[in-house]
């Protein structure tokens, strides 16, 4: 597994990576050309940021097109027969339905409206 991210020694890419290869990248650019791995995760929090910071402006649309040309990119170089996911936290899906998770063995989900998940502390 390649993990690339601008926050290779944060506390969360130190939780989210074991047994990977981390890569830490200024520019998105760096992630080419690809590595091969099995499973390659490209963390990029350009679009996460703008709409922290700014919302919905167009600096978020500029980023936007620029995200859509990287990935134009990444499948032209990507492996045939790989399969791309994109997870994106807020503003580029709607939510249409929400869900209560379940306590499952006193351990809480961890997460959001788009994307939860169970860990076990301990």
């Keep these: 597994m390649l993990y690339y991210t601008p926050f290779a020694r944060s506390t969360f890419t130190k939780a989210t990576s074991e047994g990977a290869e981390v890569i830490e990248i200024k520019y998105l650019s760096q992630v080419f050309p690809l590595g091969e791995a099995d499973f390659i ?11 922290h910071e700014r919302y919905e402006d167009e600096a ?5 097109g620029f995200i859509e040309l990287f990935v134009k990119q990444l499948i032209k170089r990507m492996p045939k027969r790989t399969k791309l996911y994109i997870l994106s936290d807020h503003g580029l899906t709607l939510c249409k339905q929400r869900h209560l998770l379940p306590v499952i063995d006193s351990i809480l989900p961890v997460g959001g409206e788009r994307v939860a998940f169970y860990k076990e502390l301990g």
């Design 60 to 64: 978020l649309w500029a980023e936007v």
């Design 41 to 51: 995760f490209i963390y990029w929090p350009s679009v996460d940021s703008i709409r």
